[in-house]
Every structure is written in structure tokens, then in C-alpha cells.
């Protein structure tokens, strides 16, 4: 038996999703994206189908996912869009490049991206995420997360925008973000070394020693560490939060790299 509307809306409060009603909002989300005629696009949570139309309106080859069957029912039936009654995150990653873009349900955001992450072909990610996890992932606040320093190599993250909270409905509490995450067409590490780097940022941000300079120290000697952090123009005494991306590819080169 179908659910009431009023319960509808009560389980997409629980996974915090708040549909995008300014088509502003919507069109500014899609141009983010930059999507051609011919891109195949995964599109995260299609709700009550306004992103879906838009996207729409710029390739033939869009793949709607939505969960709830009762929402997914009344979802316009549009030409070059396939509707999937069906969880984005159990849905196994096309063998060809692809795009995602999607409002996505705060709640689920992590499960979100490390799905996009993990998928060998995506070319790119536009999603509109919470604007505190968007400028924590981009270091908007001055401060890297080890897994933005740990995927910096082979993705790129931007913070491409940011939508009012009085665009969405019902009306959340924070505005939002634009979150674009972006394949490198070439990595900044050989891929035989990757594994290296994220073990080396791993050892990075364990704070042991109570310092990035410390922590490297255990394993590289301070003699070396001192040298590195001097040609990265950091000083010994920062903390792990603060380093840039490009600064950890210095640091890994110069302390690792001749390891191997």
C-alpha cells in the first residue's frame, strides 16, 4: 500500500533532503555542470523531477535515480531520460564515462561522494551538498581533510557555488553548496606510486608527535623532514590542517620518493 504524501515527506526530512525550487538555483547547478548532447549522466535523487528536466534540456543520455516509487511515479516522462525506481549507491558504475549531478540528501552526502570516488570512469561530479561539507572538502575554511589530501592526485575538488537556503523547499536550515569534483586526465603521482601517497598522507594525519613535521619525522628522520618542509615553505611547527594539497605532493617527492 502507498504511503500518504505526508509520510513521503516526513522519511525525505529524515535523509535531509530538501528539493531545489528556485529555477535559478536549477539552472545554475546544470551550467556548473557543463554538460554536452551527447554525455551519459547519473543524476543522484530525482525527487519530483525539476533538476531532471533541466538536465534534460542539455543531453539525451540522462539516467534518473530515485528510490521512492511513489515520487518516481510521478516524474515526467521525458525523450533521452531513463527513470531507475532504485538506491544510486547500489547501482553498480557504467564501464564508459559518465557524469553525476544531483541535490543530494545531506544525510547521505559521504555515501555520495565515496560512491563518485570509487568509480573507475566518472569524469565528474556536480552535487549540491551542504555549504559547511562543500567549503570543509575544498578548503574554503584554510584547512585540507585527509580525504581531499589523500584523492588530490587523481581528483580535484572546487567549491563552485553557493544556493541560498530560501531556493529549496521545504526551507533547511543552511545554505547550500556546489561541490564539483573532477578526474584528472592525468594524475599528479605515477600510477604505480598512488598507493604510496595515500599511506604517506595516511602517516601524515595521525598526530603522532603532535605535528604534520613530527608525525613524517618517525619514519623519514627529522635531518630530511627539516629539508622538505623548507623547500615546501612550511614551518616545522604547522599543523596537519592547514597544509595545501600541492604542498603534501612536495613533501611526498622529496621524502618518499627516493624510499622507493
Not at 543530494?104 to 555549504?131: F, G, K, M, N
Not at 623519514?220 to 599543523?239: D, I, M
Request: charged letters at 25%.
Amino acid at each position: 500500500m502507498a504511503l500518504p504524501r505526508r509520510e513521503h515527506a516526513r522519511t525525505r526530512r529524515a535523509f535531509g533532503q530538501n528539493f531545489l525550487a528556485d529555477p535559478s538555483a536549477v539552472r545554475r547547478l546544470v551550467a556548473v555542470a557543463g554538460i554536452g548532447p551527447g554525455d551519459l549522466v547519473y543524476e543522484v535523487g530525482a525527487g519530483r523531477g525539476v533538476l531532471t528536466g533541466e538536465l534534460a534540456r542539455h543531453t539525451r543520455r540522462l539516467v534518473a535515480y530515485e528510490v521512492d516509487p511513489q515520487v518516481a511515479a510521478e516524474l515526467p516522462r521525458l525523450p533521452g531520460v531513463t527513470v531507475r525506481v532504485a538506491d544510486f549507491l547500489r547501482a553498480a558504475p557504467p564501464d564508459r564515462p559518465f557524469g553525476v549531478v544531483g541535490n543530494i540528501p545531506y544525510a547521505l552526502t559521504s555515501a555520495v561522494v565515496d560512491w563518485c570516488l570509487r568509480a573507475e570512469h566518472l569524469t565528474a561530479a556536480t552535487l549540491l551538498t551542504q555549504l559547511e561539507y562543500a567549503r570543509k572538502r575544498t578548503g574554503d575554511y584554510g584547512r585540507w581533510t585527509r580525504l581531499t589530501v589523500g584523492t588530490w592526485p587523481v581528483v580535484s575538488w572546487t567549491l563552485a557555488g553557493r544556493i541560498p537556503r530560501s531556493a529549496f523547499r521545504p526551507v533547511p536550515r543552511v545554505d547550500g553548496g556546489i561541490l564539483r569534483l573532477e578526474r584528472r586526465p592525468v594524475a599528479l603521482v605515477e600510477p604505480a606510486a598512488l598507493q604510496a601517497y595515500q599511506r604517506f598522507v595516511e602517516l601524515g594525519f595521525t598526530g603522532l608527535g603532535g605535528s604534520l613535521h613530527s608525525s613524517l619525522a618517525r619514519r623519514y628522520g627529522t635531518r630530511r623532514v627539516t629539508a622538505a618542509f623548507r623547500a615546501a615553505r612550511l614551518p616545522a611547527e604547522v599543523p596537519v590542517g592547514p597544509v595545501w594539497p600541492e604542498q603534501w605532493l612536495t613533501l611526498f617527492r622529496l621524502l618518499d620518493a627516493p624510499r622507493r
